[in-house]
């Protein structure tokens, strides 16, 4: 019971210390590309003597910008590809050298890669074909510097579609590769 | 209080279950080609009304086999009648039918019922009319009686089914089985229902509900046991349950996919496909000893191994030829022989329990369907016609395919006779049902 009662509350706790481990990274990067917005609201208030200050967008250096373009492009964490294949579309190069760039730098954070397949053949193929695509990811991964221990793989297979439409568009939105930290 | 909320969750889950089956058959095709028999309503000898219609639930049989179409109960001649004796031949002269079924039910004792029936051989009866005085017993195909209680009345009903679907056409009949299947309630909690059956949708029981995916229920040989894939613990896992002690065991949890069990047909080791070193591959694990033996070695994906009736081989979906084909395996000496070349991808296969034939899913310009093959001749038949058809399951008498597929945009049942000729639908009320695994006999 009291084992219970442990795990029940480290079942809610390890997401929340995740959780928090996340946030605060991303803060920090926000409020560095933010600081001239920041500059600029401190406006009105009459123990200031009135004066009103005004500042510039930062000059971001070349590294920054290629940063927060990763950044930006790590908010995509859907790989696609096309039916009954596995192999990376040149597309989604830029999402995973972001992702593999931070995984990179950052050796202590893992990423679980989930394989989908679309609702055609049976849902024992597909499970396949789904861990298949999850690989491909992984490898790619693997081969910018990865480590191996900081990722993990599941299949699930054609068990959860993102469209239940079954038409053609909707089995191009379930055959995917997802990256969730 | 935690027992309470349970207790409170179960009898609302009570509550809540409609009294109807929960999966109603609709018959597509078939009908037309199906044999006339006349079931003439069971006569009630007792007080009050009848626990249960047991010639209801045999006509309902007769009709969901596909080779009967019972007659309309109004139409026949003579209603009141129970045994051979009552029977009038001169009034049933202009019937066409292949038999005659009549019976009672009359109470007898606390909680006990006198059950008793006669399938009457009308053919025989309307030959011999006019050529003189018959035996009447001369025209009994079959006469049985047995005490049940009320619970067992539908249980019954299913075991005259079986005696008159034999006794007519030859072959054993498979009403008094179950179906196991997989139910998506999508916005639930705990999404993913394991459910069983009788075969006919009555008595729906829930084994197992999960937030994660449930995949694959197979049963075991003595339809006492179901293997099936959980994803609970966020990773492919293969558990056994006992359907009737709910005692559940972990079988398979290595790296990577743990998926497509099947039981051998001794029910002591279970075909599985696993990945842990590297593509998925077809091993065999023993229940009791957990040993696993790898049984495939190839860089293409092994999976959904199924069991010749022998026991010495297994049927599997490889790509090992760059589409997946159906592979037979040797399980003595590893060797692996192709069983299917017509067709884009023919997978998910099994054999039909006389070892002749096997049934998959064939791909044939983008449609998957349900095939069947005849191993001696090669020759291949599309049964289905309907729509991103998968997971066939043949009944144990081999006449039945069931299998999911799509309707209206829903993932529902959809049973295939064997022929391809009878064609029907099990709609359900509430979220995606699939994965249906029929019992063996019980």
């Known amino acids: 019971m009291n084992l219970n009662k442990l795990f029940k509350a480290m079942v809610v706790a390890v997401p929340l210390l995740a959780l928090g481990a996340c946030s605060s990274t991303s803060d920090s990067e926000t409020d560095a590309s933010g600081s001239s917005t920041n500059g600029s609201t401190t406006s009105g208030q009459y123990e200031n003597g009135g004066v009103v200050t005004g500042g510039a967008a930062e000059v971001l250096s070349p590294a920054e910008q290629k940063r927060l373009k990763e950044q930006e492009l790590r908010r995509q964490n859907i790989i696609y590809f096309d039916f009954d294949r596995s192999e990376l579309q040149s597309e989604n190069a830029e999402i995973l050298m972001a992702h593999g760039n931070y995984l990179v730098e950052h050796p202590n954070v893992r990423v679980l890669i989930e394989g989908h397949a679309d609702e055609r053949g049976t849902p024992e193929y597909n499970i396949a074909l789904g861990e298949r695509r999850a690989k491909a990811i992984a490898k790619y991964l693997q081969g910018m510097g990865v480590q191996p221990s900081q990722m993990s793989i599941v299949s699930y297979g054609e068990e959860k579609p993102l469209d239940f439409s079954r038409t053609d568009e909707g089995f191009a939105k379930n055959r995917r590769g997802v990256l969730v930290y | ?42 006569v009630w000898q007792g007080e009050g009304a009848i626990p249960e219609s047991i010639s209801d639930v045999v006509m309902s049989d007769l009709s969901r086999s596909g080779t009967f179409q019972p007659l309309d109960t109004r139409s026949l001649p003579q209603g009141n009648i129970s045994d051979v004796n009552q029977f009038k031949v001169d009034s049933w002269s202009s019937v066409v039918a292949d038999a005659v079924i009549v019976g009672s039910v009359k109470p007898y004792g606390a909680d006990q019922f006198l059950v008793t029936f006669e399938l009457i051989d009308i053919v025989k009866a309307q030959l011999q009319a006019g050529k003189g005085p018959v035996n009447a017993s001369e025209l009994l195909l079959e006469s049985r009686e047995t005490v049940i209680s009320a619970s067992q009345f539908r249980q019954y009903a299913h075991r005259i089914s079986d005696v008159v679907y034999e006794k007519l056409t030859g072959i054993r ?179 039909t329990p006389d070892g002749r034939s096997m049934i998959f899913v064939n791909r044939t310009n983008g449609n998957f369907n349900i095939a069947r093959m005849d191993l001696a001749t090669r020759f291949m038949q599309v049964l289905s016609s309907t729509r991103l058809d998968e997971s066939p399951s043949v009944a144990p008498n081999g006449t039945m395919v069931i299998y999911g597929t799509t309707h209206q945009g829903k993932q529902v049942l959809a049973a295939v006779s064997t022929d391809g000729r009878f064609k029907a639908r099990l709609p359900v009320g509430q979220g995606e049902v699939k994965s249906p695994a029929w019992s063996p006999f019980l």
């Open chain 2, 1 to 42: 209080m935690k027992k309470l909320v349970k207790w409170f969750v179960l009898v609302s889950v009570v509550l809540t279950m409609p009294a109807r089956a929960a999966l109603d058959i609709v018959i597509t095709e078939g009908v037309d080609q199906a044999r006339p028999i006349a079931v003439v309503p069971f």
């Open chain 2, 173 to 351: 009949g498979a009403f008094l089985t179950r179906i196991a299947y997989v139910v998506v309630k999508q916005g639930e909690k705990s999404p993913y229902h394991l459910m069983i059956s009788d075969y006919d949708g009555y008595n729906e029981q829930m084994l197992l509900r999960s937030p994660e995916p449930l995949m694959s229920p197979t049963w075991s040989p003595d339809g006492r046991r179901l293997a099936y894939v959980s994803f609970e613990n966020r990773k492919a896992e293969i558990f056994v349950q006992d359907i009737y002690t709910q005692a559940r065991t972990k079988v398979s949890s290595f790296d990577g996919i743990n998926g497509a069990p099947a039981f051998s047909p001794d029910g002591k080791k279970l075909a599985v496909t696993l990945s842990k070193d590297g593509q998925p591959e077809i091993y065999t694990i023993d229940i009791a000893t957990k040993a696993i033996k790898r049984v495939t070695d190839h860089y293409a994906i092994d999976t959904e191994a199924s069991w010749f009736p022998d026991g010495k081989s297994l049927l599997f979906t490889s790509e090992r030829g760059g589409r997946p084909q159906l592979y037979k395996v040797d399980l003595d000496t590893n060797k692996v022989t192709r069983m299917t070349f017509e067709g884009e991808w023919n997978l998910g296969g099994s054999i």
